[in-house]
């Protein structure tokens, strides 16, 4: 508008200055100035019209402006105003008054109208105050403020913006603005401030550590907790740097640097969806430690990595528990496999259930399968039936809370029908509230302990008997202050130590003397430990005035003052001599257990050598046999082969003594008249006896007799005899005497134990030097002697034990140094021998021809086998192979009638031959002999199918005999 006025005012001001000008020239100059007028009037009109577009221009552009301008604030999300300062006209938007929550008709009067009804939140308006006034003071050239109003009970935060116009002279002519509602933004702020300060809390007190890396610019984040994981070191304060500044902290193990590298790669390059990864990092300190690293980075439009961010947790502690649970169950599997003991574990949850491969072993089991459900185990598992009950109630008692533990031992049963004992033990695991989660724990076998156990039960309740029975007495002495005063004994104790009633003075020296001068020491020593710690436990020795000796047992607690001085002894005293007793009596049996297993050794060893010396023995007796058939009567031939066969006879006799002591003999069982063996042992013996010794005999058994060998019974009287005779080597008495004797009470003896019955006793006794205690218990060793060299062999009292062990005996002996030896042999009573006289032997059995096939490694023995059937008849095939016998009775089974093989052959052996000759031919008679018939030879040979079987040397007569045995079946038939 005022340009326009401008615009007008010019021309007409021109056009006055033509006027003043024209009058002043006056006439002449009227005409030029009329025309001048004219065109100035021409040029004013033009103007006019000019002007008059511009206005109509310039009113039609405000107009648009304004309409512009009103339509913009209308659209605005801000709201305006504007206050000019001469006129203090305001003028509020129509948003400005939405946004103060006025009604749209509102009118300010003017501007502290305005201010008065501004909502200003009360906390900000000193605020508001403020900034207004600092601005229009001209301290900011742009107000700019942010501050809360309230709209009814709603706050809201505003955004105000705008600026003062001044004059000349700095005065503020207008000021104008805007105002925007802020408040979702600052919703959003505060929720992000919010959110960032969590963040913050959580990466300051999270355990894993965060990082974050721009890989545009290498710069990169790492919280504190990040630094101390990753690099051992704690945060400075700045915990963005460079990549290259963290590198000269940041250490990856060797063994674990190229595995982090190709993990960064391949995801940094797409090949994997997250970065994770497990390695070692080396600290400040220089040691390393396991850390864990998940990551993931953003990629721009084109697919590049430009961020990359994750954690970083330390599982130091999980991977060294890791490796020490790894070595711990390495450690639990050896311990398992090495145990004796079983592993069994049941969660209770699953119902499933792991026996190891020993557990299912003790349990009865085949080892298979370790994991099942209970349910199966229980039904592959037997039990005792009177176990099952007390094992499933201990189990769920122990389950279910009631029972404090669970610990049983129970039966179960095996492949074989028989029973183990077991002990199970268990742990159980639960939750917080105490529901049982798991059960495991071990089981033994117990089975062995338990047979032990049993079979001392019964010693046990003996010993406990003889406790009750030695009535067990109390005792409570209080110790008087005086030195030497111990208190009385009452008059039961008087009786244990053997004291008459109230002998007793109470003074510890008496007391003392009542104690066994060498158990003393000890009952000292107790004594000494009881005043340590107040435990009384004592045994010792009483000798009562009969001369009996007693053991007590004293056991109690000492108490003491409160100076610590002994003041009283109480407890029990027990009689414990009977257990001494058995004690001593166990050790005597163990005695003779260690001696009977020192025999049985030697024995063995015997009893191979005694083979070998009957198959040499057969050769020499069977061809001298042989010989002797074709030597003339009275000729020198005669006299050599006699005293050939004497002489294998004499060996023939050896091999028997060893092979009786070895019970490696097999002898016929019969009832042997002992009396009559004995008297006639006797009269042999006493024809060749050295001068100054003379034997005594009392027989009295009568027909008393024993079942076994008349020849075990005759090497018994021999053996005795002879060491009786060898311990008088100056001379004196030998007593022989044999009565019948009946034992109501079973008694252990020096060797063997000699149960209730009768028996036929065999006492021989000698007035010679006697046994020193020393070397007592190895007389009957095997080969043990104290005799000169050439004197004796050592075996003849082993060979009397192996005899007498063999037919159920036992053995007495009675000594003393310088008073002579008494053996006491027990023969168990058979009844009565029948009296009658020796037949006449018959002639030998012959055959008709008969084929047998003869089997022996020993070519000699083969050779005399087949010479000696063809001298009876009988048409032998010999062999000195088992395989190529077997190879021919396979060829040609029916050609034979019947088989006689040795028992120890390289290759198969005679009960293995037997067993493949019965399987190809069923019922062919079969004849086994063998120089050695101990331990399990003839069962062995019997069960594989053997008729009968006979011990080397064989004469003719014996293998004729033993033939014709086999053979009488098939001619009957």
Same mark, same amino acid.
């Given at each position: 508008?005022?340009?326009?006025?401008?615009?007008?005012?010019?021309?007409?001001? $021109?056009?006055?200055?033509?006027?003043?000008?024209?009058?002043?020239?006056?006439?002449?100059?009227?005409?030029?100035?009329?025309?001048?007028?004219?065109?100035?009037?021409?040029?004013?009109?033009? @103007? *006019?019209?000019?002007?008059?577009?511009?206005?109509? #221009?310039?009113?039609?552009?405000?107009?648009?402006?304004?309409?512009?301008?009103?339509?913009?604030?209308?659209?605005?999300?801000? !709201?305006?105003?504007?206050?000019?300062?001469?006129?203090?006209?305001?003028?509020?938007?129509?948003?400005?008054?939405?946004?103060?929550?006025?009604?749209?008709?509102?009118?300010?009067? &003017?501007?502290?109208?305005?201010?008065?009804?501004?909502?200003?939140?009360? #906390?900000?308006?000193?605020?508001?105050?403020?900034?207004? @006034?600092?601005?229009?003071?001209?301290?900011?050239?742009?107000?700019?403020?942010?501050?809360?109003?309230?709209?009814?009970?709603?706050?809201?935060?505003?955004?105000?913006?705008?600026?003062?116009?001044? &004059?000349?002279?700095?005065?503020?002519?207008?000021?104008?603005?805007?105002?925007?509602?802020?408040?979702?933004?600052?919703?959003?702020?505060?929720?992000?401030?919010?959110?960032?300060?969590?963040? @913050?809390?959580?990466?300051?007190?999270?355990?894993?550590?965060?990082?974050?890396?721009?890989?545009?610019?290498?710069?990169?984040?790492?919280?504190?907790?990040?630094? /101390?994981?990753?690099?051992?070191?704690?945060?400075?304060? /700045?915990?963005?740097?460079?990549?290259?500044?963290?590198?000269?902290?940041?250490?990856?193990?060797?063994?674990?640097?190229?595995?982090?590298?190709?993990?960064?790669?391949?995801?940094?390059?797409?090949?994997?969806?997250?970065?994770?990864?497990?390695?070692?990092?080396?600290?400040?300190?220089?040691?390393?430690?396991?850390?864990?690293?998940?990551?993931?980075?953003?990629?721009?439009?084109?697919?590049?990595?430009?961020?990359?961010?994750?954690?970083?947790?330390?599982?130091?502690?999980?991977?060294?528990?890791?490796?020490?649970?790894?070595?711990?169950?390495?450690?639990?599997?050896?311990?398992?496999?090495?145990?004796?003991?079983?592993?069994?574990?049941?969660?209770?949850?699953?119902?499933?259930?792991?026996?190891?491969?020993?557990?299912?072993?003790?349990?009865?089991?085949?080892?298979?399968?370790?994991?099942?459900?209970?349910?199966?185990? !229980?039904?592959?598992?037997?039990?005792?039936?009177?176990?099952?009950?007390?094992?499933?109630?201990?189990?769920?008692?122990? +389950?279910?809370?009631?029972?404090?533990?669970?610990?049983?031992?129970?039966?179960?049963?095996?492949?074989? !029908?028989?029973?183990?004992?077991?002990?199970?033990?268990?742990?159980?695991?639960?939750?917080?509230?105490?529901?049982?989660?798991?059960?495991?724990?071990?089981?033994?076998?117990?089975?062995?302990?338990?047979?032990?156990?049993?079979?001392? *039960?019964?010693?046990?309740?003996?010993?406990?008997?003889?406790?009750?029975?030695?009535?067990?007495?109390?005792?409570?002495?209080?110790?008087?202050?005086?030195?030497?005063?111990?208190?009385?004994?009452?008059?039961?104790?008087?009786?244990?130590?053997? $004291?008459?009633?109230?002998?007793?003075?109470?003074?510890? *020296?008496?007391?003392?003397? $009542?104690?066994?001068?060498?158990?003393?020491?000890?009952?000292?020593?107790?004594?000494?430990?009881?005043?340590?710690?107040? %435990?009384?436990?004592?045994?010792?020795?009483?000798?009562?005035?009969?001369?009996?000796?007693?053991?007590?047992?004293?056991?109690?607690?000492?108490?003491?003052?409160?100076?610590?001085?002994?003041?009283?002894?109480?407890?029990?005293?027990?009689?414990?001599?009977?257990?001494?007793?058995?004690?001593?009596?166990?050790?005597?049996?163990?005695?003779?257990?260690?001696?009977?297993?020192?025999?049985?050794?030697?024995?063995?060893?015997?009893?191979?050598?005694?083979?070998?010396? &009957?198959?040499?023995?057969?050769?020499?007796?069977?061809?001298?046999?042989?010989?002797?058939?074709?030597?003339?009567?009275?000729?020198?031939?005669?006299?050599?082969?006699?005293?050939?066969?004497?002489?294998?006879?004499?060996?023939?006799?050896?091999?028997?003594?060893?092979?009786?002591?070895?019970?490696?003999?097999?002898?016929?069982?019969?009832?042997?008249?002992?009396?009559?063996?004995?008297?006639?042992?006797?009269?042999?013996?006493?024809?060749?006896?050295?001068?100054?010794?003379?034997?005594?005999?009392?027989?009295?058994?009568?027909?008393?007799?024993?079942?076994?060998?008349?020849?075990? +019974?005759?090497? +018994?009287?021999? %053996?005795?005899?002879?060491? =009786?005779?060898?311990?008088?080597?100056?001379?004196?008495?030998?007593?022989?005497?044999?009565?019948?004797?009946?034992?109501?009470?079973?008694?252990?003896?020096?060797?063997?134990?000699?149960?209730?019955?009768?028996?036929?006793?065999?006492?021989?006794?000698?007035?010679?030097?006697?046994?020193?205690?020393?070397?007592?218990?190895?007389?009957?060793?095997?080969?043990?002697?104290?005799?000169?060299?050439?004197?004796?062999?050592?075996?003849?009292?082993?060979?009397?034990?192996?005899? /007498?062990?063999?037919?159920?005996?036992?053995?007495?002996?009675?000594?003393?140094?310088?008073?002579?030896?008494?053996?006491?042999?027990?023969?168990?009573?058979?009844?009565?021998?029948?009296?009658?006289?020796?037949?006449?032997?018959? &002639?030998?059995?012959?055959?008709?021809?008969?084929?047998?096939?003869?089997?022996?490694?020993?070519?000699?023995?083969?050779?005399?086998?087949?010479?000696?059937?063809?001298?009876?008849?009988?048409?032998?095939?010999?062999?000195?192979?088992?395989?190529?016998?077997?190879?021919?009775? *396979?060829?040609?089974?029916?050609?034979?009638? @019947?088989?006689?093989?040795?028992?120890?052959?390289?290759?198969?052996?005679?009960?293995?031959?037997?067993?493949?000759?019965?399987?190809?031919?069923?019922?062919?008679?079969?004849?086994?002999?063998?120089?050695?018939?101990?331990?399990?030879?003839?069962?062995?040979?019997?069960?594989?199918?053997?008729?009968?079987?006979?011990?080397?040397?064989?004469?003719?007569?014996?293998?004729?005999? =033993?033939?014709?045995?086999?053979?009488?079946?098939?001619?009957?038939?």
């Amino acid at each position: 508008m005022t340009a326009a006025i401008a615009s007008f005012l010019y021309p007409m001001g $021109l056009l006055l200055a033509c006027i003043v000008a024209a009058a002043w020239l006056g006439g002449a100059g009227r005409r030029r100035a009329e025309a001048a007028l004219r065109q100035s009037e021409q040029k004013l009109r033009e @103007a *006019r019209n000019e002007l008059d577009t511009k206005v109509a #221009e310039r009113t039609a552009a405000l107009r648009y402006s304004e309409e512009r301008y009103a339509l913009a604030t209308a659209a605005s999300a801000e !709201g305006f105003w504007d206050w000019v300062v001469a006129t203090d006209d305001v003028y509020v938007s129509p948003r400005l008054l939405e946004i103060y929550g006025f009604p749209p008709d509102t009118v300010f009067a &003017n501007r502290d109208d305005s201010l008065a009804r501004f909502p200003v939140h009360p #906390e900000d308006r000193p605020q508001w105050q403020d900034a207004v @006034a600092a601005h229009f003071a001209g301290k900011t050239a742009r107000f700019d403020e942010e501050l809360r109003i309230l709209r009814g009970d709603e706050t809201r935060w505003l955004h105000v913006t705008g600026v003062a116009i001044r &004059n000349d002279t700095g005065e503020v002519v207008r000021w104008t603005g805007a105002v925007k509602d802020v408040t979702a933004r600052k919703l959003v702020e505060e929720a992000l401030r919010v959110s960032e300060e969590r963040f @913050a809390l959580a990466v300051l007190g999270a355990e894993d550590g965060i990082w974050d890396r721009d890989l545009t610019t290498g710069m990169h984040y790492l919280s504190p907790r990040a630094q /101390v994981i990753s690099m051992g070191r704690p945060s400075d304060g /700045v915990d963005v740097r460079h990549k290259s500044e963290w590198a000269q902290w940041f250490h990856v193990h060797p063994d674990d640097a190229a595995r982090r590298d190709a993990a960064t790669r391949d995801h940094l390059e797409g090949r994997t969806p997250r970065y994770e990864g497990e390695w070692r990092v080396r600290h400040q300190d220089g040691s390393y430690h396991w850390i864990q690293v998940r990551g993931i980075c953003t990629r721009d439009a084109l697919g590049r990595a430009v961020r990359f961010a994750g954690s970083t947790t330390d599982i130091d502690a999980r991977k060294r528990s890791e490796e020490a649970l790894r070595i711990s169950e390495e450690r639990f599997a050896l311990a398992v496999t090495a145990s004796t003991d079983g592993i069994w574990d049941w969660d209770i949850t699953t119902d499933a259930m792991f026996l190891s491969e020993r557990a299912q072993h003790i349990c009865g089991l085949k080892p298979g399968k370790t994991t099942r459900s209970r349910a199966e185990w !229980g039904s592959m598992v037997e039990l005792h039936r009177d176990d099952v009950e007390a094992q499933r109630k201990a189990c769920d008692d122990y +389950v279910a809370g009631i029972a404090p533990s669970y610990d049983g031992e129970w039966r179960v049963r095996l492949a074989d !029908g028989s029973y183990r004992w077991i002990r199970n033990r268990g742990l159980c695991v639960r939750d917080p509230v105490g529901q049982p989660m798991r059960l495991a724990g071990a089981v033994s076998d117990i089975d062995a302990r338990k047979r032990i156990e049993e079979e001392l *039960r019964s010693r046990q309740e003996m010993l406990e008997l003889a406790q009750k029975a030695a009535h067990a007495v109390a005792f409570d002495w209080q110790l008087d202050a005086r030195e030497g005063e111990c208190g009385r004994l009452s008059p039961e104790l008087e009786a244990l130590f053997g $004291l008459t009633a109230s002998s007793y003075d109470g003074n510890f *020296r008496s007391w003392q003397d $009542l104690v066994h001068p060498e158990d003393w020491p000890s009952v000292r020593d107790e004594l000494r430990r009881a005043n340590e710690t107040g %435990n009384v436990a004592a045994e010792y020795r009483v000798v009562h005035h009969s001369g009996v000796v007693r053991w007590l047992q004293a056991k109690g607690k000492m108490l003491f003052d409160t100076g610590g001085k002994p003041v009283r002894m109480t407890g029990f005293m027990l009689d414990v001599t009977d257990r001494h007793e058995a004690e001593d009596e166990l050790r005597s049996l163990e005695k003779q257990l260690r001696q009977a297993q020192r025999l049985e050794a030697m024995g063995t060893l015997a009893g191979g050598i005694a083979h070998d010396f &009957n198959n040499i023995l057969g050769a020499i007796l069977g061809y001298g046999e042989m010989a002797l058939r074709d030597a003339p009567e009275g000729s020198r031939l005669r006299r050599d082969l006699d005293s050939i066969t004497a002489a294998g006879e004499r060996g023939r006799a050896l091999v028997e003594r060893i092979l009786a002591f070895s019970r490696s003999g097999v002898s016929e069982r019969v009832a042997v008249h002992v009396e009559k063996i004995v008297r006639e042992s006797i009269d042999l013996l006493t024809a060749n006896l050295p001068s100054g010794i003379t034997v005594k005999a009392e027989l009295r058994a009568g027909r008393a007799a024993m079942r076994g060998d008349p020849t075990q +019974v005759h090497q +018994v009287v021999m %053996n005795l005899v002879t060491n =009786g005779v060898q311990a008088m080597a100056p001379g004196g008495l030998l007593r022989v005497s044999l009565n019948k004797v009946t034992l109501d009470s079973p008694r252990i003896a020096t060797t063997g134990t000699v149960a209730v019955g009768d028996y036929i006793q065999l006492k021989v006794a000698d007035s010679g030097s006697g046994i020193p205690a020393g070397i007592l218990d190895r007389i009957f060793d095997p080969f043990f002697t104290t005799k000169e060299v050439g004197v004796g062999t050592g075996l003849g009292l082993s060979l009397v034990h192996g005899i /007498v062990t063999e037919v159920g005996g036992a053995i007495d002996v009675e000594t003393a140094p310088g008073a002579g030896s008494v053996f006491t042999v027990y023969l168990p009573r058979a009844g009565d021998a029948d009296e009658g006289k020796d037949d006449e032997k018959p &002639n030998l059995p012959h055959g008709d021809g008969q084929r047998v096939l003869v089997v022996d490694d020993e070519e000699p023995l083969v050779r005399l086998a087949t010479e000696t059937l063809e001298a009876l008849g009988y048409a032998p095939a010999g062999f000195t192979s088992s395989t190529a016998a077997l190879a021919a009775f *396979r060829a040609n089974p029916k050609t034979f009638d @019947a088989v006689i093989t040795d028992e120890r052959m390289p290759g198969l052996s005679g009960s293995a031959l037997i067993r493949e000759v019965r399987g190809i031919r069923r019922k062919i008679p079969i004849l086994l002999v063998s120089g050695y018939l101990g331990g399990t030879v003839a069962d062995r040979a019997y069960n594989a199918g053997a008729d009968e079987v006979l011990k080397k040397p064989l004469s003719a007569r014996d293998l004729a005999n =033993g033939l014709a045995r086999v053979l009488q079946p098939v001619k009957t038939a």
